[in-house]
């Protein structure tokens, strides 16, 4: 009687294993997390309710010369569910779609942002001597420049346009990412396994690609959800300031045209107040699933 021969895998396909195992594990903690749940729940929504802006409200609605007849500044009913604005435009259309322009600027913006902040950190924490302060000088640069500031500067000096606010804030909100890298990169390469790979002939490609940032991922994805909220801000205070796109709708621009009419002081408070909310319970939401995050991939907070 012949016994089968057990299944042999490649190295690969061990370490894709691995990384499926892990993967299904981090979902199943994240589930167990009922306030990540509930932001991504929420933002899960926002983001339905942004893909199918077109088919929940029509862009003609939003055309002005087809709203003579509606009321200016109309307060919330049954009628006008969230108020109109000065043009007579609803507030719940002009939400609807402006959700576009804000999540796709604070994903992309943060995701540039992650992606200078990871090769900027790895390289401060990885090379020695000059290239490597090289790096920790620029990343202290960038710290002690006002981000904000230098955000409304280059989207002054650029064309308008919700890429300009996308490499904007991409370009000034990496240097806090960079930091903790470095020093999640710093904590790795002192571990054995990083000796035991320059001994054997490992290349600073090699290292870096499969030990240190593998090693410094979880913390990358944590820091990400928890940047995304700020850079959903920082385009609500760029389009608020009128660096904006004026022929696109978002957040931001909604705000901006509230403060053109007055409508904190002239009674018109739901011009404010629903944008105001919704800029909060979406940067909430993506905190809620940062902590959550944070708390599965940094084994010191689990009992806590």
Not at 7 to 12: D, E, L, M, Q, V
Not at 110 to 124: D, H, P, R
């Amino acid at each position: 009687m012949t016994t089968a021969s057990p299944t042999i895998r490649s190295p690969r396909a061990l370490a894709w294993h691995r990384r499926g195992t892990a993967f299904v594990d981090f979902c199943r903690q994240f589930a167990q997390h009922r306030a990540g749940m509930v932001g991504l729940v929420f933002l899960l929504i926002v983001a339905l309710i942004a893909i199918f802006a077109p088919v929940i409200a029509p862009a003609n609605m939003l055309d002005v010369t087809k709203l003579v007849d509606v009321q200016r500044f109309a307060p919330p009913s049954w009628e006008h569910p969230l108020g109109t604005d000065h043009q007579g435009r609803e507030i719940w259309v002009r939400m609807v779609w402006g959700a576009r322009v804000s999540l796709l600027v604070g994903l992309a913006a943060t995701a540039m942002s992650m992606i200078i902040g990871t090769l900027v950190g790895l390289s401060a924490g990885h090379f020695t001597g000059f290239f490597g302060g090289l790096m920790m000088r620029i990343i202290d640069f960038f710290l002690v420049l006002p981000s904000l500031i230098l955000a409304i500067v280059l989207s002054s000096v650029l064309s308008r346009g919700v890429w300009t606010i996308i490499i904007a804030i991409g370009l000034t909100s990496w240097a806090g990412t960079a930091r903790v890298v470095r020093a999640q990169t710093l904590s790795v390469e002192s571990r054995d396994y990083i000796e035991r790979s320059r001994a054997l002939g490992a290349g600073h490609w090699h290292i870096i690609m499969k030990h240190l940032l593998p090693g410094v991922l979880p913390l990358v994805l944590a820091n990400t959800t928890l940047t995304v909220g700020s850079a959903i801000i920082s385009e609500s205070t760029l389009a608020f300031l009128g660096l904006g796109d004026t022929t696109l709708q978002s957040w931001g621009s909604i705000l901006k045209n509230a403060m053109d009419v007055s409508a904190a002081t002239s009674g018109y408070w739901w011009y404010v107040l629903v944008p105001g909310i919704a800029i909060v319970l979406v940067v909430l939401s993506f905190t809620l699933m940062g902590r959550a995050v944070e708390n599965i991939t940094n084994p010191t907070l689990r009992s806590r």
